[in-house]
């Protein structure tokens, strides 16, 4: 079954921490996202890829770095945590170019802590 | 430019009463449009979306919206809210044509009152 996968799905970690948020679909698709989701519910673009060796920042400005190296598999990593990056983390894919409507099928998410 | 305004950040309904979540949108391009509903600890799973084709689009879970061009409305309702329908739900809008950005509100969180 084509589908997107997050791990860890739960992270609490100390600040300074190097962290990396794992996300991998199967889905067969070439375009992947990052957002960062607060406790007020909105959904903010961190991230993007429009396929292998495509990284573009997003909307909201991220100290997070992401990797693209092999289709199905779009890293994101924190060298340093802090505090301030308690947040949800979803990944999402999508089709790419005429076969895309817009639609986006998002992974469950990691919640990540930083005490 | 396109933007999304969802109306009513929390809305309360009880159960067997009628569901209407209200999203206007802007676009200077023909939309798509979208409602995803997200459930505690969860990601967004899609209900419906609006490709150009019929403008009343049925979705999961008994889930309607209707898009409306003159008023650039694409309101999501249900008939009878159950108590599974709590949860958060998000408009979206993306322009046609592929390369297109995908912007989404700010949600609404629904609560079903026993």
């Known amino acids: 079954e084509a589908d997107i996968y997050q791990t860890p799905r739960y992270l609490v970690i100390g600040t300074g921490k190097k962290i990396t948020l794992e996300c991998s679909q199967t889905?067969?698709?070439?375009?992947m996202y990052w957002y960062q989701q607060d406790p007020g519910m909105e959904l903010h673009l961190i991230h993007y890829?429009?396929?292998?060796?495509?990284?573009e920042k997003g909307d909201l400005s991220s100290e997070s770095t992401v990797s693209r190296i092999r289709t199905e598999h779009f890293p994101l990593t924190l060298e340093s945590a802090r505090p301030s990056h308690t947040s949800q983390y979803l990944c999402?894919?999508?089709?790419?170019?005429?076969?895309?409507?817009?639609?986006?099928?998002f992974g469950e998410g990691s919640r990540l802590t930083v005490l | 430019a396109q933007s999304v305004t969802q109306l009513g950040s929390h809305v309360s309904v009880s159960e067997g009463a009628l569901v209407l979540l209200r999203c206007n949108y802007s676009?200077?391009?023909?939309?798509?449009l979208f409602w995803y509903v997200q459930y505690p600890n969860q990601g967004l799973q899609l209900l419906l979306k609006?490709?150009?084709?019929?403008?009343l689009v049925k979705g999961i879970n008994g889930f309607e919206a209707e898009f409306k061009k003159s008023e650039t409305s694409f309101h999501l309702t249900k008939p009878s809210a159950h108590m599974s329908d709590a949860a958060e739900y998000f408009c979206?809008?993306?322009?046609?044509?592929?390369?297109?950005?995908?912007?989404f509100g700010t949600g609404t969180k629904l609560q079903v009152i026993p």
């Open positions: 999402a894919s999508s089709e790419l170019g005429l076969a895309n409507t817009g639609e986006l099928f």
């Open positions: 889905m067969g698709h070439d375009k």
């Open positions: 890829s429009y396929g292998v060796n495509s990284t």
């Open positions: 676009s200077s391009v023909p939309p798509y």
């Open positions: 609006y490709t150009s084709a019929a403008t």
């Open positions: 979206a809008v993306s322009g046609s044509g592929g390369y297109q950005k995908v912007t």
